[in-house]
């Protein structure tokens, strides 16, 4: 039973070991020579122009959040569909009512106008 444990604290230390030995290597070794140019804020390498608080339409959100939603659910699908052949009718089950449950959300989308591009 401890054997199990002595894997758990050596993963737990080396997942913060690793980590923070990075941040304490990177502040000691990294060049330190400030200047006024490196400290000011650095916006794709072009000045600004004008107002720079632009306001994006919230479509462009949604549709990027379908897109992640059926993304992460299709990764969730592979594993499923490549030992679709083994599976027991209780699983195969399962699997058509999520693909139902998200075509249903497809088609709510669809219908709410949430794919289109005006």
Do not use: H
């Amino acid at each position: 039973m401890q054997e199990n444990w002595l894997f758990v604290g050596l993963y737990i230390f080396i997942s913060v070991f690793f980590p923070v030995a990075a941040i304490i290597m990177a502040s000691v070794f990294s060049p330190k020579k400030p200047n006024k140019l490196k400290e000011e804020t650095y916006e794709c390498g072009v000045e600004t122009v004008g107002d720079t608080w632009v306001q994006f339409k919230v479509q462009y959100y949604i549709y990027a959040l379908l897109f992640l939603v059926f993304d992460v659910e299709m990764v969730f699908l592979y594993p499923w569909a490549t030992a679709f052949a083994s599976y027991e009718m209780l699983a195969v089950i399962a699997g058509v009512i999520f693909i139902i449950l998200l075509m249903e959300g497809l088609f709510f989308a669809w219908r709410k106008g949430a794919l289109e591009w005006s």
